[in-house]
């Protein structure tokens, strides 16, 4: 039979894009100071230099949020869930697949020069290659980040949304309750047996601890949309909600990850500021006007791309050996952003969209 997608047509959440491609640049100048060494216009982004990595938590409760607004209603049967598998491979593994190839690439230039095989991210060997093909590389059998290294959150993001099409499928009623135990639960394997929210050693050798974060997050967004869907107002308490969220993430950002009591903290940040950040977005006629502008629009089309293409543009300025002729990390920050923008929207246009197109086609008869 014919893959074809059932008829719900939802329209597109563009603040939600928006804050996701916001949330993006955070992700990109968070690993900036890895990358080259420099902190630039600290005063201002301080927070993103601290612990800016609480941004990828905004990614996955968008995302939770976002797949239950669209497939909530569409994701009813097998075939259902098998639409849902294609879509979910069309809009990740494309990108994922050209960037591994990229990166283990521009790996193997560096050896010629260095003698050393990767660079930040290691092991990154043929192992590791194999599990990244496989979007398997950060959800236990992996020793550490490999190739594209921000690409694990593709990882943990892809099966956790597996988990849910699963649940839409065959415990649609449950939903909810399940998503409250897996967010419970998550939430106290961090807290309590892990004492960490993120950036943690795996519980007994082999749980991934990100793969935990990730459901967390995820099925917190579910949460926020099955909220959203029966009391959501368009008023002045969802422009409240837009900067609660933003106030909680900053707090958060700002303090240094560590185990213990800031865990708590990360996790407030992570899925009370998340949260309310995008309740905010979606009622808040404030945000959808800038979401909805030309400039919303335009961050929210290249999120994605921005976020796997940073490390590949990085990985070009250190093959240029653009740092060594600064020779002041802080004076690469602009056109290392414009450097991935420009990449980004190429990306989008040529390579994501098409892809995407494709993947859905050429499924269709296999379905």
Not at 215 to 227: E, M, N, P, T, Y
């Amino acid at each position: 039979m014919d893959l074809k997608s059932p008829s719900v047509i939802v329209p597109r959440l563009k603040s939600l894009d928006c804050l996701r491609g916001i949330a993006a640049l955070g992700v990109v100048i968070w690993h900036y100071q890895f990358y080259f060494h420099a902190r630039p216009l600290y005063a201002v982004l301080l927070p993103l230099y601290t612990n800016g990595q609480l941004a990828v938590d905004t990614f996955f409760v968008i995302s939770g949020f976002v797949l239950s607004y669209v497939y909530a209603e569409r994701v009813t049967t097998a075939t259902g869930f098998l639409f849902f598998i294609v879509k979910r491979i069309a809009r990740l593994y494309p990108l994922h697949l050209v960037t591994l190839l990229a990166v283990a690439g521009m790996f193997g230039m560096l050896y010629r020069k260095t003698g050393t095989y990767g660079v930040l991210y290691v092991p990154s060997d043929a192992y590791h290659f194999a599990l990244n093909l496989v979007l398997l590389q950060y959800v236990g059998a992996q020793v550490t980040y490999s190739f594209n290294g921000p690409a694990w959150s593709i990882s943990t993001e892809f099966w956790i949304n597996m988990l849910f099409g699963a649940l839409l499928t065959w415990r649609r009623r449950f939903i909810v309750p399940i998503s409250l135990a897996i967010v419970a639960g998550a939430s106290a394997t961090l807290l309590y047996i892990s004492r960490e929210w993120s950036i943690a050693p795996k519980l007994d050798g082999w749980i991934e601890v990100e793969l935990i974060r990730t459901a967390a997050d995820f099925f917190c967004g579910v949460l926020v949309h099955r909220a959203w869907r029966r009391w959501r107002r368009m008023n002045l308490w969802g422009s409240v909600a837009l900067g609660a969220g933003t106030a909680i993430t900053v707090v958060a950002m700002n303090s240094r990850h560590s185990s213990g009591s800031g865990a708590y903290l990360e996790m407030a940040g992570a899925l009370g500021g998340g949260s309310l950040l995008v309740w905010g977005c979606t009622c808040s006629r404030w945000a959808q006007s800038i979401g909805g502008s030309w400039a919303g629009r335009w961050i929210g089309d290249v999120s994605y791309s921005i976020y796997l293409w940073h490390f590949p543009v990085a990985l070009v300025f250190m093959l240029l050996g653009v740092d060594g002729l600064t020779g002041n990390g802080a004076l690469l920050l602009a056109p290392y952003l414009l450097c991935i923008l420009i990449v980004a929207r190429v990306s989008f246009r040529y390579l994501e969209q098409p892809a995407r197109r494709w993947v859905v086609r050429m499924a269709g008869p296999l379905a």
